[in-house]
C-alpha cells in the first residue's frame, strides 16, 4: 500500500521527469534514475500531452543497456504529481507543467528521441544519464554510485 507524503516529511526524494508526450525524454529519465537509485529516490514520469505508447527507439535502446521498459505506460503530469515531489525535472514542456510553489524546477534541454535513428537516441540517453548520475550526487550525496551503464556497453 502506498501513500502520498507531503515532499518535506517524506524520507524517499521523489522526481518528476516532465514532457510533453511522454514516451522518450521523461522515460529515460525516470528508468535511470530508478536504476541508478537503487530505492533512495523515487522517479515519476509523465507528460502535458501523453501519446499512445513509449518510443519504440526508446524501449529498444533501453534493453539494450538492460532496463526493462515493458511496464512504462505514458501519464498525464498532473498539479498533484508535482505538489508530491521534491523536485521536476523538464525537458521539453516548459510553460506548460503545472506550477507549484516550494518545489524546485530544472530544465534540460534535451533533444527529442522520438523517431530517430540509434545513434541519435544512444546520444541522447548517454546526455540524459550523465544528467541523471550528477543530480544523484547532488539530491543523495551518500549514494554509492554504480558506473554508468554506457561506460559498461562501449
Not at 526524494?13 to 541508478?36: D, K, M, W
Not at 501523453?50 to 524501449?59: D, L, Q, S
Not at 521534491?86 to 507549484?100: K, N, R, W
Request: with cysteine.
Amino acid at each position: 500500500m502506498t501513500s502520498t507524503i507531503p515532499a518535506t516529511t517524506r524520507q524517499v526524494p521523489q522526481v518528476v521527469f516532465a514532457c510533453v508526450r511522454n514516451g522518450g525524454r521523461s522515460v529515460i529519465g525516470r528508468v535511470l534514475t530508478e536504476h541508478y537509485a537503487s530505492g533512495r529516490v523515487l522517479a515519476v514520469s509523465a507528460g502535458t500531452q501523453p501519446g499512445e505508447r513509449i518510443h519504440p527507439e526508446v524501449a529498444e535502446a533501453l534493453q539494450r543497456l538492460g532496463l526493462d521498459t515493458s511496464a512504462e505506460h505514458p501519464k498525464m503530469l498532473t498539479r498533484e504529481s508535482v505538489a508530491a515531489s521534491d523536485l521536476v525535472i523538464t525537458l521539453g514542456c516548459g510553460e506548460e507543467c503545472p506550477y507549484v510553489p516550494g518545489v524546485k524546477y530544472v530544465d534540460w534541454p534535451v533533444a527529442d528521441p522520438g523517431g530517430q535513428d540509434e545513434a541519435t537516441v544512444r546520444a541522447i540517453i548517454s546526455d540524459i544519464d550523465g544528467r541523471v548520475r550528477s543530480m544523484l550526487s547532488e539530491l543523495v550525496p551518500d549514494l554509492d554510485l554504480a558506473p554508468s551503464l554506457l561506460d559498461e556497453r562501449a
